[in-house]
């Protein structure tokens, strides 16, 4: 009567061991993923269903998740102003304002830290309204606490706008995570207008 009873203990011992692992197993620590985990993101393959530029910067920010390397969500990630690739690296255009904007935007969304960069630290009130948003660098901090820089090119084709984006770790210049897309002719009425110049170190 006695065994019975040590076994009859035993096995409800055992079942509670196992409900307690079950149950830590589930636990909202466990079971929280990483912030970013490469590869598994939902790839968007069809690359019609972008009907505007921060659509077509999301398709960007997908494949850039998955080939993402050895990238600290934690850091801080400044976003710069696409550029032609076809040029001295210093010609822009509405696009490439725009895009720099939408992915400010992706990434954001994404879970990863950016940096606002052209944000000054008070409030400049006037008669045509209130910003915080400058291009004059004797505005801004002198030091950008940024890691990386989200940087692109662009080019102009027959068949559209080729566009490619990439991480960059300021410190070594490693690229840390690359997107490309190719942007409908439609758009090319975004390249021919040029933005206006500021004459600032902050110049796009």
């Known amino acids: 009567m006695n065994i019975k009873l040590v076994l009859l203990m035993l096995a409800v011992a055992l079942q509670s061991c196992s409900l307690t692992d079950n149950k830590g197993d589930s636990s909202p620590a466990n079971n929280s993923a990483h912030l970013y985990q490469p590869g598994t993101m939902q790839h968007s393959q069809d690359r019609h269903l972008a009907q505007n530029i921060q659509g077509y910067a999301k398709?960007?920010?997908?494949?850039?998740a998955i080939n993402m390397r050895n990238l600290d969500p934690e850091a801080k990630i400044a976003v710069t102003t696409f550029v032609r690739i076809d040029s001295d690296l210093t010609q822009t255009s509405a696009l490439s304002?725009?895009?720099?904007?939408?992915?400010?935007?992706?990434?954001?969304?994404?879970?990863?830290?950016?940096?606002?960069?052209?944000?000054?630290?008070?409030?400049?009130?006037?008669?045509?309204?209130?910003?915080?948003?400058?291009?004059?660098?004797?505005?801004?901090?002198?030091?950008?606490?940024?890691?990386?820089?989200?940087l692109g090119t662009y080019l102009v084709q027959h068949n559209g706008?080729?566009?490619?984006?990439?991480?960059?770790?300021?410190?070594?210049?490693?690229?840390?995570?690359?997107?490309e897309t190719t942007i409908p002719p439609e758009y090319l009425r975004y390249v021919s207008r040029n933005p206006r110049k500021s004459g600032s170190h902050y110049e796009s």
């Open 161 to 179: 706008i080729s566009v490619h984006a990439r991480i960059v770790e300021l410190s070594s210049q490693t690229v840390l995570a690359t997107g």
């Open 97 to 150: 304002l725009e895009l720099a904007e939408a992915f400010m935007s992706e990434l954001h969304r994404f879970g990863l830290t950016t940096v606002d960069f052209k944000a000054a630290d008070y409030i400049r009130v006037t008669d045509n309204g209130d910003f915080v948003m400058t291009r004059d660098y004797l505005e801004l901090k002198e030091n950008i606490s940024a890691s990386y820089a989200l």
């Open 59 to 64: 398709l960007m920010v997908d494949d850039m």
